[in-house]
């Protein structure tokens, strides 16, 4: 059942409609590991950190509620349906159970640098087909970069008295 019409022509739409629903199950995914790891991070930065990862999900389900929009815009039906999330859901998970703040910190680092990974093919595949939602994913990448340059800043090695 067809409900919305695309204003892009059908080539352009699939490889845009493509590219907004891997965006949505990443930004999904990761709000989840961070929901996760918010839960169970431990250690002396725990504080910080148990924040830090609040940002991140409420960024990644933000973005993530903008990029379905933008497919629905388009007459792509977005789908973050639990199980098509896990089923094609391919970023670095938590391990079960308590995790130290530095473990939670490289897991953050990873996933986040996986992501824009990820956005930046599709920022170059969506450049001819639609421009509009390459703008939405440069600027969803430039707040993920952020994201985890805070990430990795937190365990970058602490110099010494002597240094």
Do not use: C, Y
Request: charged share 25%.
């Amino acid at each position: 059942m067809t409900v919305m019409r695309s204003t892009l022509p059908e080539e352009a739409l699939g490889v845009t409609g493509t590219a907004l629903q891997e965006t949505l199950v990443d930004l999904l995914g990761l709000s989840l590991i961070g929901k996760q790891a918010h839960w169970n991070v431990v250690g002396p930065r725990f504080r910080s950190i148990h924040l830090q990862l609040d940002e991140v999900v409420a960024t990644a389900r933000a973005h993530s509620d903008t990029v379905a929009e933008r497919a629905a815009a388009l007459g792509v039906s977005p789908d973050g349906r639990p199980e098509t999330v896990a089923a094609t859901f391919a970023l670095p998970g938590t391990k079960d159970g308590w995790l130290r703040d530095t473990e939670v910190v490289e897991l953050m680092a990873s996933a986040l640098e996986a992501v824009v990974g990820r956005l930046r093919e599709r920022i170059a595949a969506t450049a001819e087909p639609d421009p509009v939602t390459q703008d939405l994913l440069i600027s969803v990448t430039a707040d993920l970069e952020k994201q985890r340059w805070m990430f990795q800043a937190e365990n970058h090695p602490r110099e010494t008295a002597s240094s």
